[in-house]
């Protein structure tokens, strides 16, 4: 299951990937386009779980709408973004507030001043102004959004009456996180939890971004308040329960199809991933990650699955 880093502040403020390296072979050795014009498309997946179902619901779709596709697995966005601007890789499922603040970072510096928000149409512009000079095209984004979330036990929820992080600044508990050891300092933990809730934070657990020992820390009552995703499929075996962020701390992180413009820029593309986009929900995008992670299906199998009970291919 993929993992990501907490933001960092400035230009790297939005929530910036953390990919574990994954299979496929170098890129640069390969050459050649996706050729959209060609009919064929190479969709890029980022090798962790959740990228490689919905590249692979991506190629569904495209598939279905007539064009031959593949799908390339590559190591970060570090090494994607390159090959999607250069063609070799034509599609790329992408995160808002992520790629936006990427592109950000590449354009004017880390040091930048951030452009992505809560507001999701304007990060969504944001990071098209960005995109389109870079010969990419942006497109919709959808309902389904993966980012950083902060989740309790459910008893621990019970007892406190939480629903939402205001609540746990009203209720005045002190919380130990468990996180990353950044969490102390980066704007969308520990010192937004404290500024924008009020929550009392007396400390960091550094046991990483939702791992499995920061979860378990947090059933055992070791901690109370643990760092992970929207759509963190595992969240039910541990007992915990994602506490609402209902006054917007993190940013957009919705997700959408980024593409080449020239080889992938087409509406009949365009028009059968909206369609996907329009379809996919956090809740949908979370089960299809359990599949995977839990009961080991294939991402291609859950894809295919989910493509035919939406009667999208």
Not at 235 to 243: A, E, P, S
Request: charge should be negative; proline fraction near 3%; include cysteine.
């Amino acid at each position: 299951m993929r993992r990501r880093a907490l933001a960092a502040g400035g230009a790297v403020a939005a929530l910036t990937l953390s990919l574990t390296a994954c299979g496929g072979n170098d890129l640069e050795k390969e050459g050649g386009s996706g050729g959209g014009g060609k009919g064929s498309l190479v969709i890029g997946s980022a090798g962790f779980t959740e990228s490689e179902i919905l590249a692979e619901l991506y190629a569904g779709v495209l598939s279905e709408a007539g064009y031959k596709t593949s799908v390339k697995n590559v190591k970060n966005r570090e090494l994607y973004a390159p090959e999607l601007e250069k063609g070799r890789i034509d599609v790329v499922p992408e995160y808002a507030a992520t790629m936006a603040e990427f592109l950000n970072a590449k354009k004017n510096g880390p040091k930048a001043d951030p452009v992505a928000s809560p507001n999701a149409d304007k990060t969504v512009e944001a990071l098209r102004k960005l995109a389109e000079p870079r010969g990419l095209k942006v497109l919709d984004a959808g309902k389904a959004v993966d980012q950083n979330a902060f989740a309790v036990s459910a008893d621990y929820a019970k007892k406190h009456k939480l629903k939402t992080l205001s609540d746990l600044g009203a209720s005045k508990e002190s919380v130990t996180v468990a996180a990353g050891d950044e969490c102390e300092t980066r704007p969308f933990c520990q010192p937004g939890l404290e500024k924008t809730y009020g929550i009392d934070v007396k400390g960091i657990d550094p046991k990483g971004v939702g791992t499995s020992q920061s979860k378990q820390a947090v059933k055992d009552g070791k901690d109370q308040l643990v760092l992970t995703t929207t759509t963190d499929a595992t969240l039910d075996q541990f007992g915990l329960v994602i506490l609402d962020d209902d006054k917007k701390l993190q940013n957009a992180d919705n997700v959408l199809p980024v593409v080449n413009a020239d080889d992938a820029g087409e509406t009949k593309v365009a028009g059968a991933l909206d369609e996907l986009t329009r379809t996919l929900t956090t809740k949908d995008l979370t089960d299809l990650n359990r599949q995977v992670d839990q009961e080991r299906k294939k991402a291609k199998d859950v894809a295919e699955d989910y493509l035919a009970e939406k009667k999208l291919a």
